[in-house]
């Protein structure tokens, strides 16, 4: 089995690091809102599959840490945590479409659908790479930390701010 390449764990670290801080900031933001959160169906699956992601980000990120790790072992872990925050990004996608979003034409609801839709394939993409013993499927994880950070950003937006207009 081949071990993670050397240099990986301090991605693991920095990444664990920033994801679990901005998760901080988003629990913060979900706490100060609530009540205007659960008035909105759409902000509660929001919040819910934006916590699933950043889940999947730190989770992925400590798992590069322990050694020795594989990547056949990182692989199969990241595919299994990828597919179960796919699965409550597609439920919240679903919920927030239906529900639609008032002053937002088609345009901007489909950009935002689709990078919330989008952040999970790079994780999916790099665990079937890993799991095949490609380690240029550690890039593709580092492709997901990042769109979740983005994205995960924008919803703590959301939720702070833009919940209260």
């Known amino acids: 089995m081949t071990a993670l390449p050397e240099g990986w764990t301090d991605f693991g670290v920095a990444a664990a690091g920033a994801t679990a801080a901005l998760a901080g900031l988003l629990i913060v933001a979900i706490s100060v809102n609530v009540s205007e959160i659960i008035a909105s169906k759409s902000a509660v699956h929001g919040a819910r599959a934006t916590i ?8 992925v990120s400590l798992l590069m840490l322990p050694a020795p790790q594989t990547l056949l072992g990182l692989g199969i872990a990241t595919i299994v945590l990828g597919l179960i925050a796919s699965a409550i990004q597609i439920s919240a996608i679903r919920a927030q479409w239906v529900a639609g979003e008032a002053g937002l034409t088609a345009g901007p609801r489909i950009a935002i659908l689709a990078l919330a839709a989008g952040q999970h394939l790079p994780f999916l993409v790099g665990g079937i790479l890993l799991l095949v013993g ?6 593709w994880l580092v492709a997901g930390v990042v769109m979740v950070v983005v994205a995960s950003l924008v919803d703590a937006w959301v939720l702070l701010i833009e919940v209260r207009r």
Do not use: F, T
Request: no cysteine; glycine share 8%; hydrophobic share 80%.
């Open 52 to 59: 699933a992601s950043l889940v999947l980000a730190i989770a």
């Open 134 to 139: 490609v380690d240029a499927g550690l890039w």
